[in-house]
């Protein structure tokens, strides 16, 4: 018989970062009880490190943004996969989402006149990206959260969730443990919402923190819910990548917006070399055209650093492949430089970038006000996630919901940066409202013992195994090979090789073992987590060989160019009724007129 703890609630939201809060807040003001669970302490999520900004059009710093050329920068930064309703409901709705932030008490940085500021980011057309210097996802966890405590929201803290509990189709719970005393919990609720994040611990190198596991993607997946798009994985062109243990931390893009320049270790602005012809109307051609951008000209075209993030990526792979990297396998970015254009240069790049000038000052003891910081690409941000309907967010199974990173849909073969933040906001808001709806509509259902004993058994056999290998070493060897063989640039023959490796680390996985107890022992959560990490391996790699072309994130040696029949599908992704994980090509629908015709006018 197993032993848990019981609790119960209207909707039960897994995840507390901007979605999983937003998404709270949302269902709590219709009215319902709403619980919101994280593995680690509230305002730790990932969300808390974003740092650029939210991109909304606000049109506070260029009176010609509006929400058709967000759309369309949306669309073209996604190569035209992403759900064309998504992005037409997150262009308009972005803007008043910020204002309602502000309203919650969110202190933006502002313009002269007093309005929201808004910043440069790769691939939108005007300054878009409402920011708090470069600490914005702080500002906006610490908003929400006091916001959502304010209407009544259970939280629990440090608590990771194993298992979605079904009744018949439908989702009516999760089961899990927390973390300081290692006792099992059962949430019983009528609707479930996942927020769970990203998969960046997949990697080797990522900017993502310990929990981003890619929970969420298999706990749907195993609930039998649709997935799409998981070949899209982010790549992020800057991460730090010097000393080495702090590779792959992020530096953020706001670099490049606020004039920050790559170069090479011939000290050529390499970015120049290629500008992609999608593109090639809205880039600069000259440093100085290119400067002018930065400094709010409108009449200047942004520079080439400015382009989307695959691209910038992929340039710099080449760079350094090519013998033009610098010492420790990156390229050199330069913001220091502005001291030949403006006067105070240090005091405005530690007023701009506080926390970039902080980081690399105490980790790599680099003054980025006087030298270039060593650069090179960090595994980022998961494009794929849960298939949703657009208005809902409800996935294909009834009762569980999806947004944020967790979600798919908005971005599709490429997320600009600064529409993570809006995603969350927009969709979060729409997640709470339909599960609230929902829930309103439907009765707790039944949860049955046996699936609760299954798991609890599961979560317990690696104590049985003391002495076996541990979950660490099967953790490092997941992340080396995906890192080397499902990585920026993929082929076929890789593939398949990281194919056969995911099978024998399920094995090895399988046979993993923890000793101590269960009071806060990460060992056992890393054995818990592994199974998730494997499955959202498997699935990227096997959605990056369906698709044999190159587009956004997804690069492939063996087909380095676009192919128009893959330009019209996404990737879908589901456990077949024996267990096998069944991959399929979804035609993608026609485009409305009135879309078309945006997307048209702003080429
Ligand atoms: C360094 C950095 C800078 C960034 N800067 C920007 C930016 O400027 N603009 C922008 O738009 N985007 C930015 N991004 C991306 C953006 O921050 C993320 O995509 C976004 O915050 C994800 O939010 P989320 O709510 O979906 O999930 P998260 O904030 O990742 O939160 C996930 C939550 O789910 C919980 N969770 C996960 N698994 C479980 C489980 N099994 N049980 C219980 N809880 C679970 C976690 O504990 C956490 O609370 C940045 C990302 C990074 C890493």
Redesign the pocket.
């Known amino acids: 018989m197993a032993e848990y703890i019981k609790h119960e609630h209207d909707v039960l939201v897994?995840?507390?970062?901007?979605?999983?809060?937003r998404a709270a807040v949302e269902a709590s003001a219709a009215g319902v009880k709403v619980a919101v669970?994280?593995?680690?302490l509230l305002g730790?999520?990932?969300?808390?490190?974003?740092?650029?900004?939210?991109?909304a059009a606000l049109a506070n710093v260029d009176d010609r943004d509006s929400w058709r050329v967000h759309f369309a920068d949306t669309m073209r930064g996604g190569q035209y996969l992403n759900n064309w309703r998504m992005a037409e409901l997150h262009a308009k709705e972005a803007p008043e989402c910020v204002r309602e932030l502000e309203a919650w008490g969110a202190l933006f940085d502002r313009t002269p006149d007093g309005r929201i500021l808004q910043r440069n980011f790769g691939g939108h057309r005007y300054p878009r990206?409402a920011?708090v210097g470069d600490r914005?996802?702080l500002e906006m966890i610490r908003t929400l959260q006091d916001h959502g405590i304010h209407l009544g929201l259970d939280v629990f803290m440090e608590?990771?969730?194993?298992t979605l509990l079904k009744d018949g189709d439908r989702v009516v719970g999760a089961f899990?443990y927390d973390r300081e005393r290692g006792r099992f919990h059962l949430f019983q609720a009528k609707a479930v919402v996942l927020?769970?994040?990203?998969i960046?611990r997949a990697y080797k190198i990522t900017?993502?923190?310990w929990?981003?596991?890619g929970?969420?993607l298999a706990?749907a997946y195993e609930a039998g819910a649709g997935l799409q798009d998981m070949e899209f994985v982010q790549f992020h062109p800057t991460g730090m990548i010097w000393p080495p243990s702090v590779c792959g931390?992020?530096v953020?893009?706001?670099v490049r917006g606020d004039g920050g320049v790559l170069r090479n270790k011939e000290g050529r602005r390499f970015m120049f070399d290629s500008i992609p012809p999608l593109y090639a109307s809205q880039t600069a051609d000259n440093e100085e055209e290119g400067w002018r951008y930065t400094q709010g000209d409108k009449n200047a075209r942004r520079p080439p650093e400015l382009l989307t993030r695959d691209h910038v990526a992929r340039c710099i792979r080449r760079e350094v492949r090519e013998g033009r990297g610098s010492p420790h396998g990156g390229v050199f970015l330069d913001i220091a430089w502005i001291k030949q254009r403006i006067r105070n240069a240090p005091e405005h790049i530690k007023r701009k970038l506080p926390s970039m000038y902080h980081q690399f000052k105490q980790l790599a003891d680099i003054d980025i006000t006087q030298e270039a910081m060593e650069v090179g690409p960090t595994t980022?941000?998961m494009m794929g996630g849960v298939s949703v309907d657009p208005g809902s967010q409800m996935s294909d199974v009834p009762g569980l919901f999806a947004?944020?990173?967790?979600g798919a849909g908005l971005h599709g073969a490429n997320r600009l940066?600064?529409?993570?933040?809006?995603?969350?906001l927009v969709f979060?808001k729409r997640a709470g409202q339909y599960a609230a709806a929902y829930a309103k509509e439907n009765s707790l259902g039944n949860i049955n013992p046996s699936d609760v004993e299954r798991a609890e058994k599961q979560a317990l056999v690696f104590f049985e195994r003391d002495g076996a290998e541990g979950p660490y070493a099967v953790q490092n060897a997941l992340q080396d090979m995906m890192q080397d063989l499902v990585g920026i640039v993929r082929q076929e023959k890789e593939m398949l090789q990281a194919l056969d490796r995911i099978q024998e680390l399920k094995a090895r996985a399988q046979r993993v073992g923890v000793s101590g107890n269960r009071e806060y022992n990460p060992g056992w959560h890393t054995a818990i987590d592994l199974s998730?990490l494997l499955t959202v391996s498997e699935m990227v790699t096997k959605a990056a060989l369906e698709r044999k072309e190159s587009r956004g994130a997804h690069f492939r040696d063996d087909y380095p160019n676009k192919d128009a029949k893959f330009g019209a599908c996404n990737i879908a992704i589901r456990k077949g009724a024996a267990g096998e994980m069944q991959i399929t090509r979804v035609p993608i629908p026609e485009m409305p007129p009135e879309l078309k015709q945006i997307i048209e006018e702003m080429k």
């Not at 897994?14 to 809060?21: E, F, K, P, Q, V």
């Not at 947004?403 to 967790?406: K, N, Y």
């Open positions: 897994i995840g507390a970062g901007g979605a999983g809060l669970i994280t593995k680690s730790k999520a990932h969300t808390v490190m974003a740092e650029g900004g939210i991109a990206l920011h914005t996802g608590y990771t969730v194993v899990g927020a769970t994040g990203g960046g900017s993502n923190s929990e981003y596991t929970d969420g706990l931390l992020l953020t893009e706001g980022h941000y947004s944020g990173e967790c940066g600064g529409n993570s933040l809006s995603d969350l979060g998730s």
